[in-house]
């Protein structure tokens, strides 16, 4: 418990992993298996959300096997749920599908309500990702009967996420404006929770930085930056250092938009300390790769501010379209346990 503490409501992840190491050699050395099990699945979420998935893939499947031999269904249900984002955030969509599918249906046999609805967020997500948009929209539909019966107006904002979500893989303008719609009417409603307005902002930005390279338009921007400094609130208010150092990131490179350079290199900066600081190991090697290439393009981004270079050009340049796919890829892990 101590390491749920400082991992899920204070993000101390390396202090974490010291206690449930702890209580994992504790465990073992009273032969308790139930408990070696609770002990390997929160190593496996602290690994996690450190970002370090495979490590935590093969802790949760080894406390899964645990799990089975006691047929605790209720534990099962929530590693097949996890597993499935961590799956979702590898790529790996086919094996997502089937653990959520798992998970789902443990849920269902034991009526919780609550849990299937939170396992229909992941699982909207990884069909849209598949590519199967019909089926997508009937499990939205199901959704949204389960969101009525819980009569729960969180889970009423889960809904129009998805259905945004849904909206914005359509080719066309009109659903493209719609999306930011529900997106902006979500952001307004009090009952919205950190995660739904992590994700909510995330795929605003998303869309204006679309928008941005459509238009050429720098006023654009400023709305982006205004969404950023909303995710660096959230970040300090449920201290999600995952989010500081991820957002700080993203800031990094929106500053090379307007070729400030010196700004660009404080805010990475900024995320590195955080990403290090807090044990983001690999989130921290991969700012410093960052930072170091821009270090070495500092004559080349000097030289850009008497040229005439484009915004679309500026994008390419700073790689902000990569920079916020992998960003919206790696949400599942952003959003997972947020302090409210």
């Given at each position: 418990m101590i390491a749920y503490v400082l991992s899920v409501k204070r993000g101390e992840l390396d202090r974490a992993l010291t206690f449930v190491e702890r209580s994992f050699t504790l465990a073992k050395q009273l032969d308790n298996n139930l408990r070696i099990a609770f002990s390997l699945y929160y190593m496996a979420?602290?690994?996690?959300?450190?970002?370090?998935?495979?490590?935590?893939?093969?802790?949760?499947?080894?406390?899964?096997?645990?799990?089975?031999?006691?047929n605790n269904k209720f534990a099962m249900a929530n590693v097949f749920n996890d597993l499935a984002g961590?799956?979702?955030?590898?790529?790996?969509?086919?094996?997502?599908?089937?653990?959520?599918?798992?998970?789902?249906?443990?849920n269902n046999e034991f009526g919780y309500l609550h849990a299937v609805a939170?396992?229909?967020?992941?699982?909207?997500?990884?069909?849209?990702?598949?590519?199967?948009?019909?089926?997508a929209q009937q499990r939205l539909e199901e959704f949204e009967k389960l969101t009525n019966q819980l009569k729960d107006k969180s889970y009423k904002l889960v809904y129009l996420f998805q259905k945004a979500l849904i909206l914005k893989t359509s080719a066309r303008s009109r659903d493209k404006v719609k999306t930011e719609?529900?997106?902006?009417?979500?952001?307004?409603?009090?009952?919205?929770?950190?995660?739904?307005?992590?994700?909510?902002?995330?795929?605003l930005c998303?869309?204006?930085?679309?928008e941005l390279q459509i238009t050429n338009d720098l006023s654009v921007l400023e709305e982006i930056n205004s969404y950023t400094a909303q995710l660096l609130e959230i970040a300090e208010k449920s201290r999600s250092y995952i989010l500081f150092a991820e957002t700080y990131f993203l800031k990094g490179k929106l500053a090379l938009l307007t070729l400030d350079v010196k700004n660009s290199r404080r805010f990475l900066t900024q995320a590195q300390k955080i990403a290090e600081k807090f044990g983001l190991n690999q989130l921290a090697a991969k700012i410093t790769y960052e930072h170091n290439n821009l270090l070495e393009q500092l004559s080349m981004w000097e030289n850009l501010k008497e040229t005439d270079i484009d915004l679309i050009e500026r994008i390419k340049l700073a790689g902000l379209d990569k920079q916020m796919k992998n960003l919206l890829q790696k949400s599942a892990i952003i959003t997972a346990y947020i302090s409210q």
């Open positions: 979420l602290i690994y996690s959300l450190k970002g370090e998935l495979e490590d935590g893939i093969k802790l949760y499947e080894q406390a899964l096997q645990i799990f089975k031999k006691f961590n799956f979702m955030i590898k790529g790996d969509l086919d094996q997502a599908l089937e653990y959520i599918e798992s998970s789902i249906k443990i939170n396992n229909y967020d992941y699982l909207i997500q990884i069909l849209i990702k598949r590519g199967e948009l019909e089926r719609d529900i997106l902006k009417h979500i952001l307004e409603d009090k009952a919205i929770s950190f995660e739904t307005a992590i994700n909510t902002l995330l795929n998303e869309l204006l930085l679309i």
